[in-house]
């Protein structure tokens, strides 16, 4: 079955400092890649997303990620945090092209300390 | 645009009790979508629709029902609830030819 996972699930920074956010899927063959960004009590907001070209995506609030097909990865990276990145973020792929269904990691919290 | 709106925010439900999810969004999208995220997941996929009169199932179907009478509803029932029932449930839609999906706010169900 395909699959979708998020190495950490809580990841605690300093502001200012680079944090990386690691994700793995279990088949590289045409995939769709997504983060979402969760805040406290409300619904998910697109961060980016990777559909084909160029392997290194950026998004907004300065965050980007890198597609890496032989190591089916694809981590959401930013260089220097903000105590307003606190929230949960998810990786979700998909492997239909069509319907485009999702299939979701488990979620990394990230906790930004002052 | 309001985007999806999802009702009602917070409910409390027994055991064997029904109810409906709402879901409408406003953006003449095609596609709609209902997960169910449980605490430290994921979100799961229940069902979908590509249109209206269109459904099909996700990872998790078992215990509700869909339907998709037009374009703008997509309502989730629960005939039976269970305690294995409770959880966040999110409503999102997406137009034809587009990739990103717009989530609702998520309804929060508790069945006791």
């Known amino acids: 079955a395909q699959s979708v996972t998020q190495l950490d699930s809580q990841v605690p920074v300093f502001e200012e400092a680079p944090v990386e956010l690691r994700c793995n899927y279990s088949?590289?063959?045409?995939?769709?890649l997504f983060w979402y960004v969760q805040y406290p009590n409300q619904g998910l907001q697109l961060l980016l997303k990777y559909l084909s070209g160029s392997t290194l995506v950026k998004g907004i609030n300065g965050f980007e990620a890198e597609f890496n097909k032989s190591q089916t990865s694809f981590h959401l990276r930013k260089p220097s945090v903000h105590i307003s990145d606190t929230a949960e973020y998810f990786c979700a792929v998909s492997w239909d092209q069509g319907a485009q269904k999702l299939v979701f990691g488990q979620g990394t919290r990230l906790t930004i300390n002052p | 645009n309001a985007g999806v709106t999802q009702t009602p925010k917070f409910r409390i439900l027994k055991i064997g009790q029904s109810m409906t999810l709402q879901c409408t969004q406003d953006m003449n999208h095609n596609y709609m979508y209902w997960y169910r995220q449980d605490p430290g997941m994921g979100l799961k996929l229940i069902y979908y629709s590509v249109g209206a009169g269109i459904t099909d199932k996700g990872e998790v179907p078992n215990g509700y029902n869909v339907s998709r009478s037009t374009t703008e509803d997509f309502p989730l029932r629960l005939e039976l609830a269970a305690p294995s029932q409770t959880s966040v449930y999110f409503c999102?839609?997406?137009?034809?030819?587009?990739?990103?999906?717009?989530f609702g706010p998520g309804t929060r169900l508790t069945v006791l």
């Open positions: 999102a839609s997406r137009p034809s030819g587009g990739n990103e999906q717009f």
């Open positions: 088949s590289s063959v045409s995939v769709y």
